[in-house]
């Protein structure tokens, strides 16, 4: 495995609601990238965080925003849910910015009613 | 138009066949190419880096066209555990930015005994 761990594994959510997903990068591993992954879609990228600071964003509006500690763990908070945000959230960790040296945790799996 | 392309699928093949697939990308600045692996409800894996002259890991073969903007992946002498969802990976990222990850939205390939 990539030792890559994301928390909780599944969640249900109301409309309106707000959630916070967590990611445990891998030893050694300071960067943190998340993204979203609704069904039959490839995953699309939310964002980067690098050294606790955010290093690139996708297409996702405000409501989506993250923080990355100092143990290089990540959180992904989303406020005001919406039905479409259902989706699996995945994180990936890598040694660096780089893309090709990402690897994915499990992913949290967000129901939203 | 999609900014990273992929035929749907799904591909099903007997094993031992030899099977291929194509991805377009629509940005000719695009630096970096790879092929991932998604098994059902799991998390991508990396299967391979594309480079430009292109690249073999045992069966498997990828292959990068700039001037038609397509990565090829061909698998040969299939085995079932190669059944999977492939997606495609176009990225523009220097080291420092990770602003512009696409993922295509993956092709299904089954392979039958």
């Known amino acids: 495995e990539t030792g890559v761990t994301q928390s909780p594994t599944h969640l249900i959510k109301t409309r309106g609601q707000q959630v916070t997903l967590r990611c445990s990068s891998q030893?050694?591993?300071?960067?943190v990238s998340w993204y979203q992954q609704a069904l039959g879609q490839g995953p699309q990228f939310i964002f980067q965080y690098y050294r606790e600071e955010e290093n690139g964003r996708g297409n996702f509006p405000p409501r989506f925003s993250g923080l990355q500690f100092p143990n290089y763990s990540s959180e992904l908070n989303v406020n005001a849910l919406e039905l479409d945000d259902s989706a699996l959230y995945l994180c990936?960790?890598?040694?660096?910015?780089?893309?090709?040296?990402?690897?994915f945790g499990p992913g949290t799996r967000l129901l939203v009613l | 138009r999609k900014e990273v392309e992929q035929d749907p699928g799904p591909f099903n093949v007997p094993e031992g066949a030899t099977v291929a697939f194509n991805c377009t990308y629509s940005n000719s600045a695009s630096q970096s190419f790879f092929w991932y692996r998604q098994d059902c409800r799991k998390e991508p894996k990396l299967l391979m880096s594309?480079?430009?002259s292109g690249n073999e890991d045992g069966r498997f073969t990828a292959q990068l066209n700039r001037a038609s903007q397509y990565i090829s992946l061909l698998i040969r002498d299939s085995k079932l555990s190669d059944s999977a969802t492939y997606l495609c990976?176009?990225?523009?990222?220097?080291?420092?930015?990770?602003?512009?990850?696409?993922f295509g939205s993956g092709t299904r390939l089954s392979i039958r005994p």
């Open positions: 990936a960790s890598s040694s660096g910015p780089a893309f090709e040296t990402q690897y």
């Open positions: 594309v480079y430009s």
């Open positions: 030893s050694g591993h300071n960067t």
């Open positions: 990976v176009v990225t523009d990222t220097g080291y420092s930015s990770a602003s512009k990850i696409i």
